[in-house]
């Protein structure tokens, strides 16, 4: 079952990719009408239920996998990272799907991506949820350093994962401020036929509710072993 899933997902991508790119693309440089506005909607109504559904089937394995991942808590390297990889998928379902929707809607809908050099979009494409983006930072950041740096055994066994813990419990209300967030900057980019980059970067990355699956399974393990999918487990006592 396992090669089978990784088999579908590897050609999941290696088929909506492209299509996405080849869409993208005719969108840009045709003057056709029936390509620009006919053919491109289609597709990218197609990629629409393409992308939810291989999201789903990705992350209901990413789920089976889990189990293992945490009563191994995550000592087991490439079963914790192969558990994640795919419940990555939960991060991205609603975001893709939702970009293509808005594509269906307006195949010139603005998405802006950050390149050297180009002006910075007021609110950036790229990241995992709005205000859980910011929390996550902080808090991994302290909980890494607690458990990697810091000289204190009881700052890098108990702290750290009273951290992790930390994030646990907050991270089902932080995604649900994000989610609420999301359905108010979709809307609005609904209701303005994509043409506000910042109400569409602000909802592809808050419109996240199913990335509590990845958080729950992610903090859990960490919580057991804050130094799950690391090379090397710990520090010397």
């Given at each position: 079952?396992?090669?089978?899933?990784?088999?579908?997902?590897?050609?999941?991508?290696?088929?909506a990719e492209p299509i996405a790119d080849a869409l993208d693309t005719m969108v840009r440089e045709n003057k056709s009408f029936l390509k620009t506005h006919l053919v491109a909607r289609f597709g990218y109504l197609g990629l629409a239920s393409w992308s939810f559904i291989t999201r789903i089937l990705d992350t209901a394995y990413g789920v089976i996998l889990s189990p293992g991942a945490i009563i191994t808590g995550g000592a087991y390297t490439p079963l914790f990272k192969r558990t994640m990889a795919h419940l990555d998928s939960a991060c991205k379902m609603f975001p893709r799907s939702y970009f293509f929707l808005l594509k269906t809607l307006n195949p010139h809908a603005e998405f802006i991506e950050e390149k050297p050099g180009a002006e910075t979009p007021r609110i950036p494409l790229k990241g995992d949820g709005f205000i859980a983006q910011f929390v996550q930072e902080k808090l991994k950041e302290v909980a890494d350093r607690l458990s990697e740096k810091d000289r204190s055994f009881f700052n890098r066994h108990v702290t750290s994962r009273l951290t992790y813990l930390l994030l646990l419990s907050a991270m089902p209300v932080v995604r649900l401020a994000d989610t609420l967030i999301g359905l108010i900057a979709a809307l609005a980019s609904f209701a303005m036929l994509g043409k506000c980059a910042s109400c569409n970067h602000l909802a592809f990355r808050a419109l996240r509710p199913t990335a509590l699956i990845k958080d729950t399974i992610y903090y859990t393990v960490k919580v057991i072993n804050p130094w799950a999918g690391k090379k090397k487990e710990r520090k010397d006592f």
């Open positions: 079952m396992g090669k089978a899933i990784e088999g579908f997902r590897n050609i999941s991508c290696s088929i």
